[in-house]
């Protein structure tokens, strides 16, 4: 049975009409996450791309999220407020089918990691360089449930097995589900 524990929830709204295409986004997080910081910016490393298009006015941020091991099978399209969006516009995913979201030199998938508290308290990079307010920072804390993991059980029975040996682990747990039954 889980444990209740007590977890921030770290949001970033987006207002895309309010994005002008800027960039700065870009550059702040991958100056942020450069190796020494702030050596370098090179976008193709910012964990927040900019899908752009100026002929239909399209500037739309997005976090990279988990990576994908294969590419989808199809893709949609989406017309919202008469602007034509490719599915994969929107995808947070480093995936096979394209380089967005990927460590250029390495080919390591990016992932966002709201900028790890560093330092602690202030707002994410992106955040603070988007002079457009494009982007708004929230925090909540949420109750939630602490799952077991399968791989935590996994660990745990494999340090007893090595510790008591595996024969006596299974007449232990055939004993106490017996008892369970009755
Ligand atoms: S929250 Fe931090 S890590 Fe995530 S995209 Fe913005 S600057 Fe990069
Ligand atoms: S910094 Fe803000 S306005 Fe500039 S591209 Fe990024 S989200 Fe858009």
Redesign the pocket.
């Known amino acids: 049975m889980g444990e209740k524990k007590k977890k921030i929830v770290k949001t970033i709204k987006?207002d895309v009409d309010?994005?002008?295409?800027?960039?700065?986004?870009?550059v702040a997080c991958s100056a942020f996450h450069a190796s020494p910081q702030y050596s370098s910016n090179n976008p193709a490393r910012s964990r927040?791309r900019?899908v752009r298009d100026p002929l239909t006015d399209i500037?739309l941020?997005v976090y990279a999220g988990e990576h994908a091991k294969a590419e989808c099978m199809g893709r949609g399209k989406y017309v919202i407020d008469g602007k034509e969006y490719s599915e994969c516009d929107f995808c947070r995913s480093a995936c096979p089918s394209r380089d967005i979201f990927k460590e250029p030199d390495s080919g390591l998938p990016l992932k966002c990691d709201m900028c790890e508290d560093n330092p602690p308290g202030e707002k994410p990079l992106?955040v603070q360089?988007?002079?457009?307010e494009?982007?708004t920072y929230e925090e909540r804390e949420e109750e939630v449930e602490e799952e077991v993991r399968a791989e935590d059980i996994e660990v745990g029975l494999e340090s007893m097995i090595d510790k008591y040996g595996l024969q006596k682990i299974m007449d232990t747990v055939s004993r106490m589900s017996a008892s369970k039954k009755g």
């Open positions: 987006i309010k994005c002008n295409g800027c960039r700065a986004c870009e927040i900019l500037y941020p992106c360089w988007c002079l457009a494009a982007l």
